[in-house]
């Protein structure tokens, strides 16, 4: 199939939008993507004509919403070549990863036990396992990263003596690719590789089986899909062993009044009433992120990073890696003697959104000795002129600032 | 939101020798950083300036409240209610609310430490 951008933007009403008189140029996916006309009928859908508590009744509707809800798992198992009952649903990534460290961390770490992170992770992968660490006097180790925003290869040894190694796949702060394919056989024996694929699953294929690992995350918002639905893949002989992390309906066999039985999983994970229209709706995005093909999304958002790279004004310090075989459709930059706040509200005045800030990652900033910096993130729906816009509007603030 | 006077006011930055107080803080979440200095001699204040880096409305709210302040004693600077210090700024934060935070750091640093 072409990758025709004019036809998808069609599929997403809301880029039409003017914002401040000017057209919407929107650069801020790796926040949340926009959702398409697709995954909104399909939510309303469901709710027009199969809204029911899952799993519970016997009746029509229900087991009408039962079999969607157990459908739309099956294809996003298949879509990073994982089986059905390895996909966990959760709210977001950070629940998923809390998930893992409630249930995995808190009945497998002891005193002493090693964790490693990297300096580059998303504060929802570095805050569950530093509050673990404290709970159970662990050690928290983080793979270093280097200048270009690329982590340190010789200190990919630290995970010979780690219980969890818990790193993301592409940094939603850099756009750095990490060599997870080069990281995950570096895990011990009896220890756990976890995977924060938030940036990537929705923007190249990812099979979780060639990656190596042995749990990934990520969230439905970051891929067309509604807020609200998050995925947490786990190997099947993990999430049997693993304790639940929710206690309540949906997650048992049997219950008497001093004892109860859990079910397997995925549902031992799944306490309560799950948001049905949210997993249906990210089932839609996927089959339409497939129909337009993760490769041409991927090739795509590397062509507009080359074209900033390429046509960035001057006074533009740019972060991340040089090399665009390990960078992602993320551009983060700082102009000279413009604050990244003062850049974004005079962006926005042109119908620009950016993300200024940390970005989620403060150690990162910390380590880079930045105090913050501007992020252009790409998806399927981006164009050149988008780019030129960015840059236009940077030399417009330039101007204002005399810089 | 009209960037070309407060452009000028966050230059304004001013390090005080002969200060009698000081008072720094910083918004985490974004790194800007302020410290305030004030010379203060029977209960009024007779210099306040500031320094500090970060956004263009923190650093400029800093400059229009060590202004206001100039002159007024401890007492009239405690009753400052945050209204009447955004008012100073005379601009619309309505339409962003994310830059509140910014705009009332100066202010904060100031009612934390009186
Ligand atoms: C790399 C990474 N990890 C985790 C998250 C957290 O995602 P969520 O807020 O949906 O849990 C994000 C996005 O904010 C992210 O970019």
Redesign the pocket.
């Known amino acids: 199939m072409m990758f025709d951008v004019e036809k998808i933007r069609k599929d997403f009403p809301i880029l039409d939008l003017r914002v401040n008189g000017k057209p919407l140029v929107y650069l801020d996916s790796?926040?949340t993507s926009q959702k398409p006309l697709q995954v909104l009928d399909a939510v309303r859908n469901y709710y027009l004509t199969s809204n029911s508590n899952v799993h519970r009744g016997v009746h029509y509707l229900s087991e009408q919403a039962t079999i969607v809800f157990e459908k739309a798992r099956k294809t996003i198992a298949s879509f990073i070549n994982a089986n059905p009952e390895e996909i966990v649903f959760t709210k977001?990534?950070?629940?998923a990863l809390n998930l893992l460290m409630y249930s995995y961390g808190m009945s497998k770490i002891k005193e002493g036990d090693r964790i490693v992170l990297s300096e580059m992770e998303?504060h929802?992968?570095i805050v569950p396992w530093q509050q673990l660490a404290i709970r159970k006097k662990a050690e928290l180790s983080y793979i270093p990263v280097n200048k270009e925003g690329i982590l340190e290869e010789n200190a990919f040894s630290l995970m010979e003596k780690a219980s969890i190694t818990s790193i993301?796949h592409?940094?939603?702060a850099l756009g750095t690719i990490n060599p997870i394919g080069k990281m995950a056989p570096l895990a011990k024996e009896n220890s756990v590789f976890i995977v924060?694929a938030?940036?990537s699953v929705p923007h190249m294929p990812i099979d979780v089986k060639k990656l190596g690992c042995d749990f990934l995350v990520f969230?439905g918002?970051?891929m067309l899909g509604p807020m609200g639905i998050?995925i947490l893949y786990g190997k099947k002989e993990l999430l049997e062993e693993m304790p639940p992390f929710l206690f309540g309906g949906e997650m048992i066999t049997e219950v008497h009044k001093y004892s109860s039985k859990w079910s397997t999983p995925p549902q031992k994970f799944e306490a309560g009433t799950p948001d049905v229209g949210a997993v249906i709706g990210l089932a839609k995005a996927i089959d339409y992120l497939s129909s337009i093909g993760m490769e041409n999304i991927h090739s795509h958002e590397k062509e507009l990073v080359s074209y900033a790279l390429e046509t960035a004004p001057e006074n533009v310090e740019i972060y991340g890696p040089k090399d665009s075989s390990k960078r992602a459709g993320i551009l983060s930059f700082n102009v000279k003697g413009i604050h990244s706040h003062d850049l974004s509200t005079i962006l926005d005045s042109e119908g620009i959104a950016i993300r200024a800030g940390n970005h989620?990652a403060q150690p990162l900033h910390e380590k880079l000795g930045l105090p913050g910096s501007a992020r252009a993130s790409f998806y399927l729906y981006n164009t050149k002129e988008e780019v030129d816009a960015l840059w236009k509007g940077v030399e417009k603030a330039k101007k204002l600032f005399g810089v | 939101m009209d960037f070309e006077p407060l452009i000028e006011l966050s230059k304004k930055k001013r390090k005080m020798q002969d200060s009698t107080h000081s008072f720094k803080g910083s918004n985490s979440s974004c790194g800007d950083e302020v410290t305030i200095f004030l010379r203060v001699k029977n209960d009024r204040i007779e210099d306040a300036s500031f320094d500090g880096r970060g956004c263009i409305i923190s650093m400029a709210s800093a400059a229009l409240l060590t202004e206001h302040i100039k002159g007024k004693t401890l007492e009239e600077v405690k009753k400052l209610t945050k209204e009447a210090h955004l008012e100073l700024l005379g601009f619309d934060l309505s339409r962003n609310p994310s830059r509140l935070k910014c705009a009332l750091l100066s202010f904060i640093i100031l009612k934390e430490n009186l």
Do not use: P, R, V
Request: net charge negative.
């Open positions: 790796a926040a977001n990534s950070t629940e998303h929802s992968n993301m592409i940094s939603n924060d938030s940036q969230t918002h970051k998050g989620c």
